[in-house]
DNA sequence: GTGAAAGCGCTAACAA
DNA sequence: TTGTTAGCGCTTTCAC
């Protein structure tokens, strides 16, 4: 495999001068410019990535710390990112941590180890002081981490609004909320905060039905679905993540109830999992490409220490469908 | 950021000594074993990754090149990769080439760059000819790249075999299969040859229908079922991939006719996208995870030169639901 | 415009 | 056991 200093002696120059004919740096006369390109293709030359990155001190990669890619949202964002991240230039690292021990203490070292220039953090850290006295650049994705890692998300509590002005404007008078498992926190749940307290302002009857543990299956979501509907056999309204909501519509439509006259289902998060049956369910969108791009922007001008003073903060937005 | 030369200095020995500790190498004296670890404790040390990989020429990277993650079968599969990796210590760089133009050669390119170790290629090619003077490792997910790149799959054949026998037991006299755009080849495709011709031979009438060009959008399938029952409505058996035959499975529902009674759906690949629904979709499935794993083996194999006998392809298995 | 030389931070052969 | 030395393949400063 050739290296620099071949294709210099075959040009009869220096190795700087091919680098500078390589990177379109400096000046380079016509004549010698053309000399070491035909040098490069005579010998096939391909420059080593690794060598530049120990040099430049430098990678072109970043970091991606997500639960899962199976689940819709998770995989909609990675997608979106690694999109984001080429358009940049970068290449994409991905770590997926949820059915894996200890695999984000491991991706972090990889961090310290320079592998990356940076990370995108978006699964719920299993151990924050990871994160504490950490040098390098860190995005969190709709997580919080600690008081110094800035966090690109979508606005909830706008989220939580739009939620309660819908399922208002439809009348409903008990909606049920289902939660994530609380033991965990998650940006994500202000909406159901501001949603619920929004609605009992306005006379509505809350409830909040938590989800187990690490139940991310889609049997998970049924099992909480029909628990839903044993319990709270008067709900007219439900809020949920997008599968949890699924769930309940297929519930629904076994039991006969109608949906949206008699019952309104609202999503929140708006992947393609909404999308996936007869029936579009209505949804308060996370705007994931937009926060994806956004995302990378911010880790790449913290990698390169550029002032940004650009919002970390996207605009949900309506997703029509037919249960509301 | 304390590099090797400062914890020798700190520890007063050669550099050499302390990557011998580091790396677990050679013979250490406990006394200088300890000495070594007390400065880099110290000085907080964490080695360079990427000097390391400059000096051994290897990264323990391996590039994966899929289509896109929001479809649940390259979800699940770029999730079960991305374990198998970290199980042998390895990272995952991931390139989607789905809706970006010209990130495959890039991608190739960055494996020439010696980037990665090697490739797992995963997604339809655009452009064969980038493989062919390829020297850097490659291993095809289920894909036709070149007679020198082997292919780790699961073995179609008998996938249309039991996919038939299924059909058959049923009772199907009259079989659709939905089979993706044919202007490019997957390897996959086989099983609806082979299903086709076996039904064929047992007197079964089978009608192939073909999906639009980039059709991969929910909405789409759902667009070539409609057709299906419009074209064909008499028929009792259909046979495609998990979302095609989930859209089916949802336009029989809104017209009535009744699963599996009237009409039996088969599904192939298996993956959750089928157990979304009341009723769980019967599947051939792919074992994804041992696919995964598989060619992950595969790739290390290559890049360390290893001999490896064992077979690439792999048996597809019934997986139970209530549509046949 | 171009080349010599030092440096990026680590590993490994060989000598001591 | 441990240290010396010479790479790994590129970039960049600074003479010329």
Redesign the pocket.
Known sequence: ?A???DVAREA??????V??V??K?????E???AKVEAAMKKLNYV??EV??N????RTNTIGVIMPSLSHPFFGEVVEALEAALYEQNYKMMLCCTQHKENSERTFVEMLRRRTMDGIIMGAHSLDVALYDDLKQPIVAFDRYLNDNIPIVHCDHHQGGQLAAQILLSQGCRQVVEIVGYQGVSTPANEYHWVAADRLRRHGVQVEMLEMPWNAFSYRDFMASARELFQKYPEADGILGADLSVSACLNVAAEMGRRVPEDLKLLAYDGTAATRMGLQPITAIRQPIEELAQLAVKKIINLVNEEQDDSPWVLPPSLLAGKTC
Not at 25 to 29: E, F, H, L, R, T
Not at 54 to 57: F, G, K, R, T, V
């Open positions: 495999m290296r620099i200093k009869g120059v220096a190795a700087s001068t680098s500078l390589m990177n740096k400096g000046y380079v006369s004549a010698t410019r420059p080593s060598a530049r120990l040099s430049l001190n």
